[in-house]
């Protein structure tokens, strides 16, 4: 991640939704991927992937939180991390 001059928090379009919208992609893809193979490793690399999306989330949130520290505690109220019903 990187801040650019004049950089702003966007939150609408897959936004609006989620904090983190590419990894509720990846996981959906990974899971779809995880239950097509159906073997005890694809469940095994399908936690581990989101475990560390997971963990990845949370440092940029708390960058996102330096660089925003008004608007970002709000947006993180009203929106999921990962996937709109679940996290």
Known sequence: MQI???HE??????YHYVRHPIYAAI???LLATGLAIGTVGALLGFIIMMASF?????????????QFPDQYPAYM?????ILPLLF
């Open 4 to 6: 650019k001059k004049g």
């Open 9 to 14: 928090l966007v939150t609408s379009g897959p």
């Open 27 to 29: 996981f959906l893809l």
């Open 54 to 66: 997971y963990i990845k989330a949370a440092q940029e949130e708390a960058y996102m939180l330096e």
């Open 77 to 81: 109220k009203r929106t999921k991390r």
